[in-house]
């Protein structure tokens, strides 16, 4: 089992910036699947960003937070962020980190395994 916790969420201004944290425990997730996920009540989870399973390779939605946030991963910490700049008021949503253990889609929330309890994020205008 895997446990994560996220951390970093907050209230900032339209174009401050916020770190998000997401540490693990119960085993280490270097070789698992990590990602963001965003949700605004009345909708699903929104994919956000993440760092494959097996590389250092990452994943972001187009247009909506490419260019502006970035994920990344410390094993040292068994510590997942993510980095938001430049933030609006559309990225106001609870955010949520999770795992995946096996192969999948980086971007289907189907696909993981572990979720964290969601960190609010609130951006004013």
């Known amino acids: 089992q895997v446990q994560l916790v996220e951390s970093g969420g907050g209230l900032v201004q339209a174009g401050g910036s916020l770190r998000l944290s997401c540490a693990a425990s119960g085993r280490t997730i270097s070789t698992y699947g990590m990602g963001w996920f965003r949700q605004t009540p009345g909708k699903g989870r929104e994919f956000v960003a993440a760092?494959?399973?097996?590389?250092?390779?990452?994943?972001y939605a187009d247009s909506s937070v490419k260019g502006r946030f970035t994920i990344s991963r410390d094993n040292a910490k068994n510590t997942v962020y993510l980095q938001m700049n430049l933030l609006k008021p559309d990225d106001t949503a609870v955010y949520f980190c999770?795992?995946?253990?096996?192969?999948?889609?980086?971007?289907?929330?189907?696909?993981?395994?572990?979720w964290g309890q969601g960190t609010q994020v609130t951006v004013s205008s």
């Open positions: 999770a795992a995946r253990v096996s192969s999948g889609s980086n971007y289907d929330s189907r696909s993981y395994d572990y």
């Open positions: 760092l494959a399973k097996s590389s250092m390779n990452t994943y």
